[in-house]
């Protein structure tokens, strides 16, 4: 079964009651309103149903108890800062039986493992960014196919930058108003769309990873020390085209000006991309699915029982 994503946008009080969690909506003056409409402003979900909490409001409170039962249930716990944006993000600390075995298989990884590990996911990415072109744009993708093939070991031939440089010079070129687009954490819309779409993933990764029994913070490749989670960004890399797709979709219904703020319908949208569909060893399964069996694969590759990794495949129309 697939987990469910819970948005919280407004003040509200979360508490746990016999296993459910309980939204209580604040700063709502219930007074001379009628008895059903009342109820509305009280909303239980099971506990075991979540998989991601997202806390958008600075006047959201909740209690220990109900962060307790969250991690139990290994369900993600997302904060946003003043401006909306995903900041933080609250994991369990053991999401495996056997975790210090894998703990051990993931630290005693060789460097020659890590970087033909490394040459999957930046293949995977490739091809997937190709897809992506594919279906949404009038380009030539032959060349990204062969830098796809292309990937040897720990990417020593660069083929992920060059690939990038293309993939963003091309994605939106056709737009009007995106033609000189430039891929940045500040820069122009739809940067902040893929910046959210980029967090909520990033926060699914890291659960599945922590469900798998594997340290989110030990990378393949990122290293930045100063970064919790490489190795989710490492993971990531390849389901990062499925979030563009999205986001092309996006500016083509709602326009430029439609995106230029992130608005809660928006945001919506972009938080339903734990459900989106992607094939992965042949079969469609939800993405959040289909991260649970990419991080399970990557455990059975550090532990000797797989030399690849399970990556979805973004299929052509």
Known sequence: MIKKTIYVSNPAHLSLRLGQMVIKQEDVDKSNLHEN?????????????????????????LTQGLLAALLE??????????HCMPTGLLLPLAGNTTQSERFASQIAASLPLKKQLWQQ????KIQNQASVLGKCCQTEIGC????????RSGDAGGHEARAAAYYWQNLFADIPGLERFTRGREGMPPNNLLNYGYAILRAVLARALVSSGLLPTLGIHHHNRYNAYCLADDIMEPYRPYVDQLVFQLIHEYG??????LTRDLKMRLLAIPTLDVIIAGKRSPLMVAVSQTTASLYKCFAG?????????????
């Open 256 to 261: 430029i000006d439609g995106i230029s703020e």
């Open 37 to 61: 409409i009342k109820q509305s402003f009280h909303v239980t979900k099971p506990i075991e149903d979540i998989g991601m909490l997202v806390l958008e409001h600075q006047q959201i409170t």
């Open 121 to 124: 996911t930046i293949h995977a």
């Open 73 to 82: 249930n290994n369900a993600a716990v997302v904060t946003c800062d003043s």
């Open 305 to 317: 029982e797989l030399r690849k990794i399970s990556y979805p495949v973004l299929d052509m129309p």
């Open 144 to 151: 990204m196919r062969n830098w796809a093939n292309d990937v």
